[in-house]
Nanobody
Framework: QLQLVESGGGSVQAGDSLRLSCIAS????????MGWFRQNPGKEREFVAS???????VNYADSVKGRFTISRNNANTMYLQMNRLKPEDTAIYYC?????????????????WGRGTQVTVSS
């Protein structure tokens, strides 16, 4: 399993942008597919976006399509560029990695998780 650390969260106004980062260590991150999920208290963890180990394939939740962009470098860092943020985007955002390289929206498929970073969007 990888160790994952998220950063870049914060409090912004609706319409603003944020860029989240996830740094992986403890393994060969480039061989893992990765994803972003989000969660609010009392609610299920929600898929946001995923990216293949090569970065050539991506997948987005309908709620963020056209506003968020997932990417990764050739080493150990994944990003989530979030534009035109809405109050409903408020959540703790988690980075995840799948050692089997699947590109999936199913949280159970991911075997490494970060501790999350808070994103708060006010109207």
């Amino acid at each position: 399993q990888l160790q994952l650390v998220e950063s870049g969260g914060g409090s912004v106004q609706a319409g603003d942008s944020l860029r989240l980062s996830c740094i992986a260590s403890g393994g060969t991150a480039i061989s893992y597919s990765m994803g972003w999920f989000r969660q609010n208290p009392g609610k299920e963890r929600e898929f946001v976006a995923s990216i293949s180990n090569s970065g050539g394939s991506v997948n987005y939740a309908d709620s963020v399509k056209g506003r968020f962009t997932i990417s990764r470098n050739n080493a150990n860092t994944m990003y989530l560029q979030m534009n035109r943020l809405k109050p409903e985007d408020t959540a703790i955002y988690y980075c995840a990695a799948d050692q089997w390289g699947r590109i999936t929206a199913q949280s159970l498929s991911y075997d490494s998780w970060g501790r999350g970073t808070q994103v708060t969007v006010s109207s």
